[in-house]
T-cell receptor, first 113, second 115 residues
Framework: DAEITQSPRHKITETGRQVTLACHQT?????MFWYRQDLGHGLRLIHY???????NKGEVSDGYSVSRSNTEDLPLTLESAASSQTSVYFC????????????FGQGTRLTVV | AQKITQTQPGMFVQEKEAVTLDCTYD???????LFWYKQPSSGEMIFLIY??????QNATEGRYSLNFQKARKSANLVISASQLGDSAMYFC????????????FGKGTMLLVSP
């Protein structure tokens, strides 16, 4: 069965370190997204991609970057981790069809100390 | 201005009763889609139901139905015959044509179902 997986599921890192969260999907979807979930804010869009070599900034992109070198993967990098980036991160993918849902990974809980 | 507003931070319902979770949205796009997701305590995001802006009928999926009132810009989720397993966080989300495939989420409603 097709799926979307995130790794690691949990990570603790120190302030100032570079961190990369992995996202891999086997749906063969062109669209991939990164969201962060914080209490009282719901899910907010960080970055998204419509295909290989395409990346776009979302609502809360400062301090984050992504790259898309193939269809399956969209890694999220925190250039210099800050305590404000402690959050749960979700990767998602979807087809480019209006009425289809986005499929989400299991989430990565990141703690910056 | 918020694009998706969920005014109920928490809701309580007894098992077997119906419950309505509110969602209002704000868009000027003529074409958009509305989604509801469930997030149980385990954390995964589970798609429940979709309503397109041009759909003439309210969407239904098993015990879930979407009460779509376009003029009022509301897309409330109705869960009939609540079950203990329905206890979870519920998110309303919107996809606008101008936003391509990105989803904008509300802040969520926590539903607790009691025996």
């Amino acid at each position: 069965d097709a799926e979307i997986t995130q790794s690691p599921r949990h990570k603790i890192t120190e302030t100032g370190r570079q961190v990369t969260l992995a996202c891999h999907q086997t749906w063969n979807h062109n669209n991939m997204f990164w969201y962060r979930q914080d209490l009282g804010h719901g899910l907010r869009l960080i970055h998204y991609s419509y295909g290989v070599h395409d990346t776009n900034k979302g609502e809360v992109s400062d301090g984050y970057s992504v790259s898309r070198s193939n269809t399956e993967d969209l890694p999220l990098t925190l250039e210099s981790a800050a305590s404000s980036q402690t959050s749960v991160y979700f990767c998602a993918s979807s087809e480019f069809i209006e009425n289809t849902e986005a499929f989400f990974g299991q989430g990565t809980r990141l703690t910056v100390v | 201005a918020q694009k998706i507003t969920q005014t109920q931070p928490g809701m309580f319902v007894q098992e077997k009763e119906a419950v309505t979770l509110d969602c209002t949205y704000d868009t000027s796009d003529p074409s958009y889609g509305l989604f509801w997701y469930k997030q149980p305590s385990s954390g995964e995001m589970i798609f429940l139901i979709y309503q397109g802006s041009y759909d003439q009928q309210n969407a239904t999926e098993g015990r879930y139905s979407l009460n779509f009132q376009k003029a009022r810009k509301s897309a409330n989720l109705v869960i009939s015959a609540s079950q203990l397993g329905d206890s979870a966080m519920y998110f309303c989300a919107m996809r606008e044509v101008s936003g391509y495939s990105t989803l904008t989420f509300g802040k969520g409603t926590m539903l607790l179902v009691s025996p």
